[in-house]
T-cell receptor, first 117, second 114 residues
């Protein structure tokens, strides 16, 4: 079974530039999550999708971050413009659960390490 | 809002001994799920164990067990017979049964000594 795919693996940009990350969840997984993990901290949820609808985006900085999950499959997370404090690993995860609140396991991708200079 | 506390930034354990990693949580929801994940230096997040708030028995997965004390709002991870490969960051996480607020704690770095 293929896992959660993320690309790119690494990205270095200058502040005020834009960047996009891509995630393809495990086939059939209805729920998709984007997390931001700053060095030395636990992952912080940015946005959660159920199919192609947003369940929770309360911690997404909407003035600069955006995410979409067209057709309920793969997803893109964009930062525009980037700030120095956006330097982090961006993790994508997916869950088989078809009903929100029944997840018993999240499957994570390898993450994208973003450095903003 | 839900919150996860892991009070041990770092822990050391001798190989083959058991170790307990602490996790306390705060929620007003009666129904929720608790998780533990392992993150080695490679960065991948590895699922270890899950406990539902209404589960009658403590969850176990091989060498991992979850000591769930609902009244104290604690969900400690017990690793038996530690191995060198257990050296990693360990994160406790929780979600409510509306699926929202899937939050992670700050993590505990475990080092297994030979």
């Amino acid at each position: 079974e293929a896992g959660v795919a993320q690309s790119p693996r690494y990205k270095i940009i200058e502040k005020r530039q834009s960047v996009a990350f891509w995630c393809n969840p495990i086939s059939g997984h209805a729920t998709l999550y984007w997390y931001q993990q700053i060095l030395g901290q636990g992952p912080k949820l940015l946005i959660q999708f159920q199919n192609n609808g947003v369940v929770d985006d309360s911690q997404l900085p909407k003035d600069r971050f955006s995410a979409e999950r067209l057709k309920g499959v793969d997803s893109t997370l964009k930062i525009q413009p980037a700030k120095l404090e956006d330097s982090a690993v961006y993790l994508c995860a997916s869950s088989l659960a078809t009903f929100v609140g029944t997840e018993k396991k999240l499957f994570f991708g390898s993450g994208t390490q973003l450095s903003v200079l | 809002a839900q919150k996860i506390t892991q009070t041990q930034p770092g822990m050391f354990v001798q190989e083959k001994e058991a170790v307990t990693l602490d996790c306390t949580y705060d929620t007003s929801d009666p129904s929720y799920g608790l998780f533990w994940y392992k993150q080695p230096s490679s960065g991948e997040m590895i699922f270890l164990i899950y406990q539902g708030s209404y589960d009658q028995q403590n969850a176990t997965e091989g060498r991992y067990s979850l000591n769930f004390q609902k009244a104290r709002k604690s969900a400690n991870l017990v690793i038996s017979a530690s191995q060198l490969g257990d050296s990693a960051m360990y994160f406790c996480a929780m979600r409510d049964n509306y699926g929202q607020n899937f939050v992670f704690g700050p993590g505990t770095r475990l080092s297994v000594l030979p």
